[in-house]
């Protein structure tokens, strides 16, 4: 089975400044895409950045990049530039190719400081 | 509609009452998914409807749970003799169709709180 760990419940970042979130899988398979979901106090779960394992170049979205590392199944958020909006529950999450749903982890709680 | 609407928001129930909540998918989407989202805890899968079949219901954690879908689109999720241990924020999603290698982004309702006293 596959599984998702988020080491980090809770981390804080000053506004302005980078921030990385750490998550691990653990899989046999080898098609397989990783995904970081945001969740504000809205309780709405939104997309922020999605990586397929195929793809050696990290994904990136605006201010959000990922470093994924495939042989060590590691998977980090980075936020630059953090904003008061980013403060949220981040979520990664694993999907097979083949598979219609999604496993997650337990989430890290960001704040950022004014 | 513009999102997946879901409803109740937040309910109130007693111990040993039968609960139902309800999702309304983005028009047109013909994947629908339930998961549960306990306190403190991450999103666990309860169930995946493609159209109004259900090809996975591996997550539901007891035969109290039950969930079905009609004419393609709305959803129920019903909990029967609700226990204290169901309190926890349900929520829906939808997807246009397909697999996760589809490129099809899931998109999630704001979840219903369901709160057992």
């Known amino acids: 089975a596959q599984t998702v760990t988020q080491s980090q419940p809770e981390m804080s970042v000053q506004e302005a400044e980078t921030v990385t979130l750490s998550c691990t899988y653990d899989?046999?398979?080898?098609?397989?895409?990783l995904f970081w979901y945001k969740q504000p106090p809205s309780r709405q779960m939104i997309l922020v950045i999605r990586?397929?394992?195929?793809?050696?170049q990290n994904a990136t979205e605006n201010r959000f990049s990922v470093n994924f590392q495939k042989a060590a199944k590691s998977f980090s958020l980075k936020i630059s530039d953090s904003q008061l909006g980013d403060a949220a529950m981040y979520f990664c999450?694993?999907?097979?190719?083949?598979?219609?749903?999604?496993?997650f982890g337990k989430g890290t709680k960001l704040t950022v400081n004014p | 509609g513009a999102g997946v609407s879901q409803s109740p928001s937040n309910k109130v129930t007693e111990k040993g009452k039968d609960v139902e909540l309800r999702c309304d998918p983005i028009?047109?989407?013909?994947?629908l998914y339930w998961y549960r989202q306990s306190l403190g805890q991450g999103l666990e899968f309860l169930i995946y409807?493609?159209?109004?079949?259900?090809?996975?219901k591996s997550g539901l954690p007891s035969d109290r749970f039950s969930a079905e879908r009609t004419g393609g689109s709305v959803s129920t999720l019903t909990i029967q003799r609700t226990q204290q241990e169901d309190s926890a924020v349900y929520l829906c999603?939808?997807?246009?169709?397909?697999?996760?290698?589809?490129?099809?982004?899931?998109?999630f309702g704001e979840g219903s709180w369901l709160t057992v006293v």
């Open positions: 999603a939808s997807r246009k169709r397909g697999v996760v290698s589809s490129g099809n982004t899931i998109y």
């Open positions: 990586q397929e394992a195929y793809k050696q």
């Open positions: 999450a694993f999907g097979t190719g083949g598979s219609e749903k999604l496993v």
């Open positions: 028009s047109g989407h013909t994947a």
């Open positions: 409807f493609q159209g109004n079949s259900a090809p996975d």
């Open positions: 899989t046999s398979e080898s098609d397989y895409y």
